[in-house]
T-cell receptor, first 115, second 116 residues
Framework: DTEVTQTPKHLVMGMTNKKSLKCEQHMGHRAMYWYKQKAKKPPELMFV???????INESVPSRFSPECPNSSLLNLHLHALQPEDSALYLCASSQDWGGRAYGYTFGSGTRLTVV | AQSVTQLGSHVSVSEGALVLLRCNYS??????LFWYVQYPNQGLQLLLKYTSAATLVKGINGFEAEFKKSETSFHLTKPSAHMSDAAEYFC??????????????FGKGTLLTVNP
């Protein structure tokens, strides 16, 4: 298995809803990442988990809450989002810490729309 | 901080023509550089990477890139464009984050269109 799987592929939520995005990999990678990508923009880093511990939080608002229950699974819990949070949310993993030697493997993303 | 700059937000070529996508980096130390491709409504796929082993790097789908320290460049090329190459291409650098962590930072991207 050489994939990063993200679910759901599409999500529409209201500003008062609570929802979660899920990311799974079975490549034995020990670093996992959440990126946010707005239309026609590059991905922007949100969080980095290394060995299941949060190692980088890029000053993301608290309405986004990451969780890494085990080495294969990464969640992003969403609560009280704003319409400007609508974007493609990408999960990635890397074999080595920081992905310097082998790069990242990305999932196909969750397209989130906040109404 | 390290960064990459992609020259040209949109490049258009004819099928069969040379593809050249430009990327310049700024770094005071040897950089770790990458090219990723993103097809519509998909995630990013690694095309190739430079990790100081060789200056000419060959990647997937016939792409290659040459690291030129004197020009601080890492341009992506393909001798003959195919319709299936139409996509967004991102140059990226692995830079130090907070503490001793590293993170991948992307350039603004170049949209490649291929005309029949």
């Amino acid at each position: 298995d050489t994939e990063v799987t993200q679910t759901p592929k599409h999500l529409v939520m209201g500003m008062t809803n609570k929802k979660s995005l899920k990311c799974e990999q079975h490549m034995g990678h020990r670093a996992m990442y959440w990126y946010k990508q707005k239309a026609k923009k590059p991905p922007e880093l949100m969080f980095v988990y290394s060995y299941e511990k949060l190692s980088i939080n890029e000053s993301v608002p608290s309405r986004f809450s990451p969780e890494c229950p085990n080495s294969s699974l990464l969640n992003l819990h969403l609560h009280a989002l704003q319409p400007e949070d609508s974007a493609l949310y990408l999960c990635a993993s890397s074999q080595d810490w920081g992905g310097r030697a082998y790069g990242y493997t990305f999932g196909s993303g969750t397209r989130l729309t906040v109404v | 901080a390290q960064s990459v700059t992609q020259l040209g937000s949109h490049v258009s070529v004819s099928e069969g023509a040379l593809v050249l996508l430009r990327c310049n980096y700024s770094s005071s130390v040897p950089p770790y550089l990458f090219w990723y491709v993103q097809y519509p409504n998909q995630g990013l796929q690694l095309l190739l990477k430079y990790t100081s082993a060789a200056t000419l790097v060959k990647g997937i789908n016939g792409f290659e890139a040459e690291f030129k320290k004197s020009e601080t460049s890492f341009h992506l090329t393909k001798p003959s464009a195919h319709m299936s190459d139409a996509a967004e291409y991102f140059c990226a650098v692995s830079e130090a984050g907070r503490g001793s962590n590293y993170k991948l930072t992307f350039g603004k991207g170049t949209l490649l269109t291929v005309n029949p």
